[in-house]
């Protein structure tokens, strides 16, 4: 018998509806159990809402698994597997990678696990889904037949959780720099970069941006390595500049750049993306790219990142001549997207420009968005064609 959490008498409409997320302010009487441990929650009345794991240090006290009084174990994970992939298997045909499990989206919190030709790379991502790790490689093995599992566990999170950065293999192996395709152009997973290694859920974007993208000069800000240029490269674009901080994204982004061809084609510059923008004319550019990554954590730095989104736009939109494409993007659910167009439209006007949107983009079907857990919603994704007032 799994340990018991009794919640308050007035139960969130939120926890009620689906939310997998049960707060410890919302609790009102829980058993003694170690981090990590499976534990049933009631209702205030005893009435059983659903199984999760515990974290006692942890404000978000309950992640829950399922609704159902279930074992959780691996035959519990496989079918949670099976139902995602079903789900997403269309993806296929587009290339050979996708997300399989994106957390709290596919009712596995704390678990994310992407999927690269015939490699697996996962993150465990809180205590009590690194507790399951054993069933869940397990599951991995049996539904999906990896040549190799790498986990590639870290960020801030993990210290909330308790938890040490790992990147290590859990099954068989691979190449440091995993081979897949998306949309006929070759790129690789990076075990040594960020997050999973690639930016998956940019895939839409960065397909539908390449069909503007003929005979085109990209300017790539952020560009890790390459997503967007090499899909706007595959669809008949003159040149790309690709920018980023980092050395080592920059060398994956060369090798990249090297197997599809169009290295002849490409600069690649190592710098700070502000810098860059404020200092140099983007004279020639006439796509230029702002993916930055996600400038808000947390609801105490939203303002900042903000302006900072404003200030990347507006330094596009100074020097870009009429008829211009600007890309911009932005991946934290702590700016809505209502905020977020509100601060582009505001560079528009300081620059005394008009943007014409040629679409709007968001999370592709591999990272679906929930309607009773409003944190899956966070990306969003809009071309612009940029004209001079007196042109428009």
Known sequence: MSARVVLKRSIKRRIAFGHPWIYDNEIEKADSVEGGCIVDVLTNSGQFLGRGYYNPDSSIRVRLLTRRNCSIDTDFFAEKLKRSLGMKSSLLRYGNALRVTFGEADGLPGLIVDKFSDWLVVQFNTLGIGVLRNEIIEALIATLKPKGIFEKSEGISLTKEGLESKEEWLFGSGPELLPFSLNGVTFFADTKGQKTGFFLDQRDNAEKLSKYANERNVLDVFSYTGNFSFHCMSQG????????????????????????????????????????????????????????????????????????????????????????????????????????????????????????????????????????????????????????????
Request: proline share 3%; aromatic share 8%.
């Open 237 to 392: 674009a003159n040149r790309a500049t690709l920018v980023d901080s980092s050395e080592r994204a920059l060398s994956v982004a060369r090798e990249t750049a090297e197997i599809n061809g169009f290295i002849s084609r490409c600069e690649f510059v190592r710098a700070n993306a502000f810098d860059y923008l404020r200092e140099e004319s983007l004279a020639g550019h006439n796509l230029v790219i702002v993916d930055p990554p996600a400038m808000a954590k947390s609801p105490s730095s939203k303002k900042s990142a903000l302006r900072g989104y404003k200030e990347l736009n507006l330094r596009v939109i100074k020097k870009a001549v009429s008829g211009s494409l600007l890309a911009s993007s932005s991946c934290t659910q702590i700016i809505s997207e209502d905020d977020w167009m509100r601060t582009i439209n505001d560079a528009f006007h300081d620059s005394k420009k008009v943007g014409i949107v040629s679409f709007r983009g968001g999370q592709p079907l591999d990272h679906p968005e929930v309607s009773s857990i409003f944190e899956t919603r966070y990306l969003k994704f809009c071309l612009f064609r940029v004209f001079e007032l007196c042109d428009f």
